[in-house]
């Protein structure tokens, strides 16, 4: 003990002998002393044993890491010898998550629990040396003892699913219900609707309209209510794999990119992610809703944490704007494409690549997944669709849709697809490639195609803002949708006014 506390326990002791006059009261005195002075000592240890970049960390980065990961060799991008590289991370996104070693992949590299390893072709860092780094990790990453600890990142609403969960939900589809009241925006003007969804178990589209995503009765056509996209102009909509969540990206042009994440059944916003200085052009929820996979005009493919909403991967294939991402039905791939007709199949917990798909001449279009995800299908300006073998990255069917550009390519449940095209033409076709029919025609240049979730109703946008359902059985038009419903939108919010106004 330091010399200043064992006189104090010295001195409160001696004085304790003299008024009791009693060496067995003294003992006990003298005892309790001591105990009471390493009690102190003990609450003080802690505030002795901070760990801090400049101290600890750097020695042992410089023993082990610096060959590969320098500002001279910054391997996969990654520079360990400085305090601000070791937190800007690699390529890839951040390696260190402050306070949770387990989000961290320097901790998963070093621990070898997660490939690379680190060092490479070495055994692991000693168990002192591992304790250091976890310290430095739980203590907020500090740099020097004077230093500020890094604000650990909020944890958002645990969106993840079992697997078991991560496919049709039991009990009734998930419909809009109690929706939030919100105005929709009426314009005179129609745009050109490049974001169209049909909810994979439930009578429900969704649509991207201005400024917000509308949502509608696949069956009756009955406007259903509206989200507003508060971020810019939503451009892709997509229903996560069990229908129960909501996902659109977009943004403002060359000012930000955001994806926006609301559940289905109560109209709520869960989430924004993204920290892009451009709209998205696509984005996909993974299967557990673990991920979302986004990407755009800065041609980088960026997968975020739901749950942490951090970076996890931020990838550098691609030449061009890259126009789609999907994940695989059961989540182990996620695929993504580009303008120069580029398309890529990611593992999209390590963030490696597993295949490269060459073939398409121009800009790839659209990206879907057959429903066992051995099969993805491609669309491309080149006026083909590729179907791919996933687990040999190799074509296995390829015939031209529509000539002068395929615009569109989507699965249905049973392994049908439909394409749209710059012919104005919207087809449906089997498995193999043949084709079943053409729908009637539309009246403007189709964007997107989608199959109900019951496979009976095709629906398609156009260039003009206008969407329009066909039956799949003869291919004649069914109908059309309202997307500008603001005088029926009104009367259903006054209604809803009077009815929350009157006594029960």
Known sequence: MPKSLCSIIEASAAAANRKRGRGRNASRTALFCYF????????????????????QILPLVQANCSKCHSADKKKADLD????????????????????????????????????????????????????????????????????????AAASGPDLTLKADEADKPEGPPPMPRNW??????????????????????????????????????????????????????????????????????????????????WDVVSGNRLLTLGDDYDTLLAADIRPDQSQIALGGPNRLVKIWSTKTGTLLHKIKKHTDWVTAVAYSPNGQMVSSADRNGGISLWDPDSGQELFTLTGH???????????????????????????????????????????????????????????????????????????????????????????????????????QGQIAVWSVADGKKAGELDINPAAKVEAKMAQTRDRQAKPE
Not at 36 to 55: I, M, N, W
Not at 124 to 138: G, N, R, S
Not at 249 to 258: D, E, K, N
Not at 380 to 406: C, F, I, N, R, Y
């Open 80 to 151: 360990l010898t400085s305090y601000q590289g070791a937190l800007t991370g690699s390529g890839s996104g951040a390696v260190v998550v402050s306070g949770n070693p387990d989000a961290s992949k320097l901790w998963k590299a070093l621990t070898h629990a997660e490939e690379p390893f680190m060092p490479p072709n070495r055994p692991k860092m000693a168990d002192k040396e591992l304790d250091t780094f976890k310290k430095w990790i739980l203590g907020g990453l500090l740099e020097t003892t004077g230093g500020k600890a890094v604000v």
């Open 36 to 55: 009471l002075g390493s009690f102190l000592l003990s609450l003080r240890a802690p505030a002795q044993e901070k760990v801090t970049y400049q101290d």
């Open 361 to 463: 001449k121009a800009a790839v279009t659209a990206l879907s997944w057959r429903g066992d995800s051995k099969l993805l299908a491609s669309s491309s300006e080149d006026g083909t669709v590729k179907l791919w073998d996933v687990q040999e990255g190799k074509t296995v069917k390829s015939w031209t849709a529509h000539s002068p550009g395929t615009l569109c390519v989507s699965y249905g449940h049973d392994g049908r697809l439909v394409t749209c095209g710059r012919d104005n033409v919207i087809t449906i076709w089997n498995g193999n490639g043949s084709r079943v029919r053409n729908l009637e025609p539309f009246s403007a240049l189709p964007l997107r195609a989608a199959f109900t979730e019951d496979g009976k109703r095709l629906f398609a946008s156009d260039f």
């Open 180 to 261: 939030p009241l919100v105005s929709i925006l009426h314009t005179s003007r129609r745009n050109a609707i490049t974001g169209l969804a049909a909810n994979p178990w439930a009578p429900l589209l969704a649509v991207a309209g201005q400024k917000q995503v509308l949502l509608f009765h696949a069956e009756t056509l009955e406007f259903l209510g509206a989200l507003p996209f508060t971020e810019g102009q939503p451009v892709e909509v997509k229903f996560s794999r069990n229908g129960k969540l909501l996902l659109a990206s977009g943004g403002r042009g060359a000012m930000s990119g955001r994806v926006l994440v």
